[in-house]
């Protein structure tokens, strides 16, 4: 079945210290997205791209960095600069060019501070 | 800055009744409107999208849109406990492929 995996599902960081969520789809879809959850607030946007090797920030993007070197795999590396990092990760998907192309989302990677 | 509106909740149905959910949006040239519903701890999940003026139906589920007031509503009809949860509308924006999100509506409906 096609989707989207995120791992890992709880992550842990300490003081000091990059960590990296892991994004891959297997939909074939050219556009990808991370988008943060604090709780009780909707998605607010880290940083998507629409094409391989290429990036835009979005509203929040202070602290993470981002690359797409293949087509089916973002990763979002959580920085030491990002002082408040707790809070859930969402990776999503989708296809360019139709009206009708919701986001497909991954399940999510818990973030906490050590 | 594009902007998407939701009233947070909680908004309380009795089992049976209708569930009305709304939306706004800041920017004329929006194109696409999508409702999910997110259970607590868990990723959205899709519920229905709608582009066009009017209303779509898709069994319990009912999106309406109305362009020239910048709204978009999803109706739940023979509310069930099991749809108590966050529903989440997005807009796509012309010109772009963000999606911008609501806070979102939490749902409760009472058995």
């Known amino acids: 079945d096609g989707g989207i995996t995120q791992s890992p599902k709880y992550l842990f960081r300490k003081e000091g210290q990059n960590v990296t969520l892991s994004c891959e789809q297997n939909l074939n879809h050219d556009a990808m997205y991370w988008y943060r959850q604090d709780p009780g607030q909707g998605l607010r946007l880290i940083y998507y791209?629409?094409?391989?090797?290429?990036?835009q920030k979005g509203d929040i993007a202070e602290g993470y960095s981002v690359s797409r070197e293949k087509k089916e795999s973002f990763p979002l590396t959580v920085t030491s600069a990002q002082k408040n990092p707790t809070a859930f990760y969402l990776c999503?998907?989708?296809?360019?060019?139709?009206?009708?192309?919701?986001?497909?989302f991954g399940d999510g990677t818990r973030l906490s501070i050590l | 800055q594009k902007e998407v509106e939701q009233n947070s909740g909680p908004l309380s149905v009795p089992e049976g009744a209708i569930a009305s959910l709304n939306c706004t949006y800041s920017?004329?040239?929006?194109?696409?409107f999508f409702w999910y519903r997110q259970y607590s701890g868990k990723s959205p999940e899709l519920i229905m999208f709608i582009y066009s003026n009017g209303d779509k139906e898709d069994g319990r589920f009912t999106a309406q849109l109305n362009k020239a007031s910048q709204y978009v509503s999803l109706l739940i009809r023979d509310s069930q406990p099991s749809d108590s949860a966050t529903y989440l509308c997005a807009a796509v924006f012309s010109g772009t492929y963000k999606y911008i999100f609501g806070t979102g509506t939490r749902l409760k409906v009472l058995a």
């Open positions: 920017d004329r040239g929006s194109q696409s």
């Open positions: 999503a998907s989708s296809a360019l060019g139709r009206l009708d192309q919701p986001q497909h």
């Open positions: 791209s629409q094409i391989v090797n290429d990036f």
